[in-house]
């Protein structure tokens, strides 16, 4: 297995990708207008150091690489941590030399379905990947069960709105098994042609459920609110 990583620069409140002042730098550049008026001083050598261990990796799409799950923590050693007191990369880090397995959690006791051993560990791994706020993709086959792995997951993570998107014809379904398998979670079916009247309820409810032909029309609206997961079904 393996990971897809982009890196990007913080200056204040805003982000600059790696190929951004990596041209800055070589067009003999050190000083970076972060926003009107205020500038940051960047380290040539600490960027080209950067580059050269990026340079090693293959490219993916967008801007990004791709990292061996073996190379990981070694690639994240060499990369110096935000200043911000906390160190997200040092907790991948550790998490990574450190890792004896997945997290021993059991199944929910609010989930009203009994998960067999393979849909428990999905489980566990998403529980896993959440930790270190990473993504990931349930891809088991069809009719194993990955709706209820994340209902699941969304039962035990006890945290509010997540955000379902799915082709319009599934709407009705996780609807569904939202309603079967976790009755006790609030459900809100942002579809229909009054739906954005609905927009004040999103962090009132656990679920939102919504369909790739809206979120293409409301992704400003949908972007203005703080998801605590976002779950795409293809």
């Known amino acids: 297995g393996g990971f897809t990583v982009a890196l990007q620069y913080k200056y204040g409140d805003r982000f600059f990708?790696?190929?951004?002042?990596?041209?800055?730098?070589?067009?003999?550049?050190?000083?970076?207008?972060?926003?009107?008026?205020?500038?940051?001083?960047?380290?040539?050598l600490e960027v080209e150091r950067i580059q050269n261990l990026l340079s090693q990796l293959p490219k993916a799409k967008g801007g990004r690489y791709r990292v061996a799950g073996h190379q990981l923590a070694g690639i994240l050693e060499q990369i110096p941590p935000a200043d911000t007191g906390v160190d997200?990369?040092?907790?991948?880090?550790?998490?990574?030399?450190?890792?004896?397995?997945?997290?021993?959690?059991?199944?929910?006791?609010?989930?009203?379905?009994?998960?067999?051993p393979y849909q428990l560990i999905g489980l566990q791994w998403l529980c896993f990947l959440k930790q270190y706020r990473l993504g990931g993709i349930l891809a088991d086959d069809m009719g194993l069960g990955k709706t209820v792995e994340t209902i699941a997951f969304l039962v035990h993570a006890q945290e509010r709105?997540?955000?379902?998107?799915?082709?319009?014809?599934?709407?009705?379904?996780?609807?569904?098994?939202?309603?079967?398998?976790?009755?006790?979670?609030?459900?809100?079916?942002?579809?229909?042609?009054?739906?954005h009247s609905l927009h004040a309820e999103f962090e009132k409810v656990d679920v939102v459920l919504t369909s790739y032909a809206l979120i293409r029309r409301d992704i400003d609206l949908l972007t203005q609110v703080n998801w605590a997961h976002v779950v795409l079904d293809e």
Do not use: C
């Open 17 to 44: 990708s790696h190929e951004e002042i990596l041209t800055l730098v070589r067009n003999e550049q050190s000083i970076l207008e972060v926003s009107p008026g205020y500038f940051a001083s960047v380290d040539p």
């Open 88 to 116: 997200p990369l040092k907790m991948l880090r550790e998490s990574f030399t450190n890792f004896k397995g997945l997290p021993d959690i059991p199944t929910p006791t609010k989930l009203n379905a009994t998960l067999r």
């Open 161 to 195: 709105p997540t955000l379902i998107i799915a082709p319009t014809s599934v709407i009705f379904n996780w609807s569904a098994e939202l309603e079967r398998f976790a009755p006790h979670l609030s459900v809100l079916e942002f579809t229909g042609s009054k739906r």
